[in-house]
């Protein structure tokens, strides 16, 4: 009882803010509400038992990506008549076309799942715990993740490097 | 855990911390950095020397990364690529800004991104083995800050490089939704025993040839060739052109020796019509340029159509060729490049006019872009007639005569445009006379290439043999 209580209440709260990202004016608003988004989808996980995937829901896209957007958005500093100049509505077509793919998609899915009964839970069960992802990183997947530090490591030196402001070289 | 086979890896892995430190050291007691990247080239040569006993044995480190003779002999070419890209960086060292130690760790980060292509038994592993080396050119691509050209070049790169790496990505995730796994086996067992193959692993299939084929300027992904050529500091140019595109081809032979053989009948026809459109792309594009670094960009995707009428055959005979054409296009691309490094301050700049009299000026210089030019042509007894030759003579075995014609009537267009630089160099006047130094590194460079083209072109019993033990 409990536990749909709190489903509702996030998945409210979360489609309320969903609203919000596509439908405020204001760039800055949206990301604000895109923040709450993904706080709501992290409860979810927390939910199904995932703690490490709501951990990482938190700290990777409420800590890193959501301060990037709100970064460029700072950076951008539309001004308000470029604003009013951005219709939201014009991408309507096609977003209408993708959300109508995706709910093809998961009708698919579910469609699928309801043959084959317990298939959906037997695979997401036991997978979202620390021990399980960490696992499979130091042992199967141990190379690819060191390979991804040094793309990584490329990526910041580049950064780096290429956003420095050159110091006239003393001759 | 047999950490020998890792050993060069593990090598290259070092010494790109080496180089980040390096660059660290105060200003008084600098080492000389292109010597200590020329430093860690040897070391992990040497790394590779000592494993080659374990080459035959085709042992894999977790099914992730295999040492076979493939993967020995095109980390020893993509080695001797990267050595050359130093020597040509020394000698342009002037135009780049003060802290070169990241350029060369980034050059250590995509030797390591090809060694992995070179190794790889996952697509996860073809997917990280591209991103490092192509994160790395990105990066060096946009080098020169102060010049708009370069920066335009490094965004070019990067968004179409991008986008390509979404589309091999999407590819790579079909491919899983089909097979259930990412590994090699798993995949080519999907293909084997498949009663009918679905629609989306031959989506799949495409959009990964989709995202080799950018690496490898294929037509239609090639647009961003000539800008990038043009732009990009011509040491970078230089490795984009050699080393990327071997280690895109490599990355389509294995893929499609491996485990695209099952559908071979679905990719022949298709691998075929791409290299019809990328050689007459490049060589007519080639035709009407004015500035040599894109000329030679037009004519690097030229070479990726011969190198896609290799893989068309889909057979032994086809594979060793395309090996026998990257070896001589490895000698005769990067001597051509290190002449126009070593000209380009002399003469003025990049355009096609700059190199009236090279010839007067320096005779040595002349004669290596002569040599090498006549090499990417394909004129006997170079290097390149033999990689063409062994291409043309596997796609008659594969029975497209309309195919080797095509071929054949690009040789001669190229050789019109090769044959324009190589007159303004010999019969026009210059405009200055005044001789041109080249530096003993560049120059003892040089000769090993030259003599590269001609060994690889005369004597090709032992390379064949050697490229032969591939399987």
Same mark, same amino acid.
Request: aromatic residues 14%.
């Given at each position: 009882m409990a536990e749909a209580v709190f489903f509702y209440l996030f998945t409210g709260a979360m489609l309320a803010a969903a609203w919000s990202v596509v439908f405020n004016r204001q760039p800055l608003y949206s990301v604000l509400s895109l923040l709450v988004v993904m706080f709501c989808l992290a409860a979810l996980f927390v939910m199904l038992q995932a703690y490490f995937v709501a951990a990482l829901q938190v700290l990777l896209y409420a800590g890193a990506v959501l301060v990037l957007f709100l970064f460029v958005i700072m950076l951008l500093n539309l001004a308000p008549e470029a604003l009013a100049r951005?219709?939201?509505?014009?991408?309507q077509g096609g977003g209408a076309l993708l959300g109508l793919w995706l709910a093809f998609l998961l009708a698919r899915i579910f469609a699928a799942s309801a043959q084959d009964e317990g298939a959906l839970s037997a695979a997401s069960a036991p997978r979202g715990s620390v021990e399980a992802v960490g696992q499979l990183l130091f042992e199967k997947y141990l190379i690819p993740f060191e390979l991804t530090s040094f793309i990584i490591l490329a990526a910041i030196i580049g950064a780096v490097t290429l956003g420095k402001r050159e110091v006239p070289a003393k001759r | 855990m047999p950490w020998g086979l890792l050993a060069p890896e593990l090598g290259l892995c070092l010494w790109i911390l080496v180089m980040l430190l390096a660059d660290l050291a105060p200003a008084t007691r600098k080492p000389q950095l292109s010597w200590l990247a020329l430093g860690g080239i040897g070391f992990t040569a040497v790394l590779l020397a000592w494993q080659?006993?374990?080459?035959?044995?085709?042992e894999s480190f977790q099914s992730m990364l295999a040492v076979t003779h493939f993967s020995g002999l095109y980390k020893c070419f993509f080695t001797a690529t990267a050595a050359v890209v130093v020597i040509m960086t020394r000698q342009f060292q002037r135009h780049l800004p003060a802290h070169l130690g990241a350029f060369y760790m980034l050059l250590f980060t995509a030797l390591l991104g090809t060694f992995v292509l070179a190794s790889m038994r996952d697509l996860l592993m073809l997917f990280l083995g591209l991103e490092l080396l192509t994160f790395s050119l990105y990066i060096m691509a946009a080098y020169l800050k102060a010049e708009a050209k370069s920066i335009e070049a490094g965004m070019k790169y990067l968004i179409l490089g991008s986008v390509s790496s979404g589309f091999l990505v999407y590819g790579i995730a079909l491919l899983y939704g089909f097979a259930?796994?990412?590994s090699f086996t798993q995949v080519q067992n999907a293909f084997t025993y498949a009663l009918t193959v679905p629609a989306t692993a031959y989506a799949g299939m495409v959009l990964v040839l989709a995202g080799l084929g950018f690496k490898i300027a294929a037509s239609p992904f090639n647009l961003w060739v000539p800008d990038v050529y043009e732009g990009a500091p011509t040491p970078v140019v230089a490795l984009l052109s050699v080393g990327s595109k071997m280690a895109g081809a490599m990355a389509l032979l294995q893929l499609l020796t491996g485990i695209f053989a099952p559908i071979a009948a679905f990719w022949m026809p298709l691998l075929a019509a791409l290299s019809v459109a990328t050689l007459l792309y490049g060589n007519l594009g080639a035709l009407a340029q004015t500035n040599i670094k894109r000329l030679l960009g037009y004519s690097s995707i030229g070479h990726a159509g011969y190198l896609l009428m290799g893989l068309s055959t889909g057979s032994v005979a086809g594979a060793e060729a395309v090996t026998y054409y990257l070896l001589a296009y490895l000698f005769s691309t990067l001597a051509v490049f290190l002449v126009v490094i070593a000209a380009s301050d002399a003469v003025g700049g990049? =355009?096609?006019?700059?190199?009236?009299?090279?010839s007067q000026r320096s005779g040595f210089l002349a004669a290596v872009m002569f040599l090498g030019l006549l090499s990417l042509a394909g004129v006997?007894?170079? =290097?390149g007639f033999v990689g063409k030759l062994l291409v043309l003579l596997a796609t008659v075995e594969s029975g497209r005569l309309w195919l080797v014609a095509v071929g054949a009537v690009n040789v001669a267009i190229a050789l019109y445009y090769y044959l324009l630089i190589v007159k303004r160099m010999y019969l026009d006047a210059p405009r200055q006379t005044q001789p041109i130094a080249v530096p003993a590194a560049t120059r003892v460079t040089l000769y090993v290439l030259v003599l590269g083209i001609l060994v690889v072109g005369i004597w090709q019993a032992p390379f064949l043999r050697w490229i032969s033990a591939i399987r």
């Open positions: 951005m219709r939201v509505f014009t991408w | 080659q006993p374990l080459w035959a044995r085709g259930g796994g990412t990049d =355009a096609l006019e700059d190199y009236r009299g090279l006997p007894p170079l =290097a």
